[in-house]
Nanobody, 114 residues
Framework: QVQLVESGGGLVQAGGSLRLSCAAS????????MGWYRQAPGEQRELVTLITSGGTTNYADSVKGRFTISKDNARNTAYLQMNSLKPEDTAVYYC????????WGQGTQVTVSS
């Protein structure tokens, strides 16, 4: 059974930083692509960033230069370092293993105050 557990969300002022973690079990995610998504109230879930098994990364234009995805294969954990946060980054953030289907965590709330 695949399980993903996100942590590290919270309330931060604009310009601040947060680091999200995603601990995976039941699947060795280093063989798959890992992604971070977010969903703001009333909006569709959107892809923020992903990292492939080979370490190639891709970022949404809205977070380029501010967010960094990384992973620790030994710990089966992925990270999202978020710097220079803006109020528009406020959302529930989800990690996902992108395999034959998407596996999802429960999400962690990130709130950025102006």
């Amino acid at each position: 059974q695949v399980q993903l557990v996100e942590s590290g969300g919270g309330l931060v002022q604009a310009g601040g930083s947060l680091r999200l973690s995603c601990a995976a079990s039941g699947m060795t995610f280093w063989r798959n692509t890992m992604g971070w998504y977010r969903q703001a109230p009333g909006e569709q879930r959107e892809l923020v960033t992903l990292i492939t098994s080979g370490g190639t990364t891709n970022y949404a234009d809205s977070v380029k230069g501010r967010f960094t995805i990384s992973k620790d294969n030994a710990r089966n954990t992925a990270y999202l370092q978020m710097n220079s946060l803006k109020p528009e980054d406020t959302a529930v953030y989800y990690c996902s293993i992108i395999a034959s289907r998407n596996y999802w965590g429960q999400g962690t709330q990130v709130t950025v105050s102006s």
